[in-house]
């Protein structure tokens, strides 16, 4: 069964002297439980379709639907309760808050969706753990390497427990050591788990490791 289905897809952006079309009519689907990668030059358009699938963009035309949600119509409002409780999201910068402690960051989006306190970090307990940094939970973001910041931020898009985790080029600024560190500790959890992934890069090696890829060159996205 797919997580995610995009029909006929388009994206526009009007300059205002032209319209610059972005995507051009996208077609493609996710199947829950899988791997699925985007990969792509930069510019190509791939953090865009992110952006629509998690409801942070407006798409022109066509139909998204994500863990049975019709994006396309949906409001602001319920777009904020679907980021919050059906997506993970995890970027190529780590966005953690600097006043707030490694443990205290993954436990945020719990607490925005409503947890107590003292259940959020539980669940942010577990999950550090999992990503091996237990020993620097108290830590802040600036006693953090790079590498350990994105582990944070991966264990954070889990805590909510989503169906559906979007990473946008997530180790696009680590060096090729931390990058391996954190490409096994993404792929460990999500099979751990059984999240759907779909991932945006321009990492040929990590795309080598999903179950199915697309290609996207000049808007037009093609089955690999």
Request: glycine share 8%; charged share 25%; with cysteine.
């Amino acid at each position: 069964m797919d997580i995610l289905k995009i029909n006929q897809l388009k994206k526009v952006f009007s300059t205002g002297a032209e319209d610059l079309t972005i995507l051009h009519d996208l077609n493609m689907n996710v199947e829950g439980g899988k791997s699925t990668v985007i990969t792509g030059e930069s510019g190509s358009g791939k953090s865009t379709l992110l952006n629509l699938i998690g409801g942070m963009d407006n798409l022109s035309s066509g139909e998204i639907y994500s863990c049975g949600f019709p994006i396309h119509t949906m409001t602001e409002k319920q777009l904020t309760e679907y980021r919050r409780k059906s997506i993970g999201l995890v970027f190529q910068s780590h966005y953690l808050l600097k006043d707030f402690s490694a443990l205290e960051n993954i436990a945020i989006p719990a607490r925005i969706a409503g947890f107590d306190k003292k259940k959020a970090l539980m669940k942010a307990e577990e999950l550090i753990e999992k990503v091996g940094l237990a020993d620097r939970k108290e830590h802040f973001p600036s006693q953090l390497s790079g590498g350990e910041r994105q582990r944070i931020a991966l264990a954070r898009s889990l805590v909510n427990d989503p169906e559906l985790i979007l990473a946008d080029e997530p180790t696009g600024n680590l060096d090729e050591k931390n990058s391996r560190i954190v490409e096994d500790i993404l792929f460990s959890l999500v099979e751990e788990f059984g999240k759907s992934l779909l991932l945006v890069t321009h990492n040929l090696i990590l795309a080598e490791r999903v179950d199915k890829a697309y290609h996207l060159t000049g808007g037009v996205l093609e089955e690999k």
